[in-house]
């Protein structure tokens, strides 16, 4: 079991930046993966970055590629990821996820994920 707890969230100017936090606590030797996700109210929830175990390879979204950066603490420091968001748009306004163990499959896709946060709200206004 995994839990994960998500922190940074809040407002911010378009063009302005935020930094979420997300620690994982419980069997973290089990993670596959660590990832973000956000929902739009009235839309679907989407993947916009993950991270594999050992920090190496991480994956975004078209819509954040550039803009959006996601890291580790450290490579043996499983349980602690950053995503850090620059040049923040309106259209990122949603609240943000972190999932944990990836279990196959799409990596953006939500039913791929195990374990989720309870999500920080993001606002972005113009």
């Known amino acids: 079991q995994l839990y994960p707890v998500e922190y940074g969230g809040g407002s911010a100017q378009a063009g302005g930046s935020l930094t979420l936090s997300c620690e994982v606590s419980?069997?973290?030797?089990?993670?596959?993966?660590l990832g973000w996700f956000r929902q739009a109210p009235g839309k679907e929830r989407e993947g916009v970055a993950a991270?594999?175990?050992?920090?190496?390879?991480?994956?975004?979204a078209d819509s954040v590629k550039g803009r959006f950066t996601m890291s580790q603490e450290n490579a043996n420091v499983k349980n602690m990821v950053y995503l850090q968001m620059t040049n923040l748009k309106p259209e990122d306004t949603a609240m943000y996820y972190c999932a944990a163990d990836w279990r196959g499959g799409t990596w953006s896709t939500r039913g791929a994920w195990i374990y989720w946060g309870q999500g920080t709200q993001v606002t972005v206004s113009s």
């Open positions: 991270i594999n175990t050992d920090g190496s390879r991480t994956y975004y």
């Open positions: 419980g069997h973290t030797y089990l993670s596959n993966c």
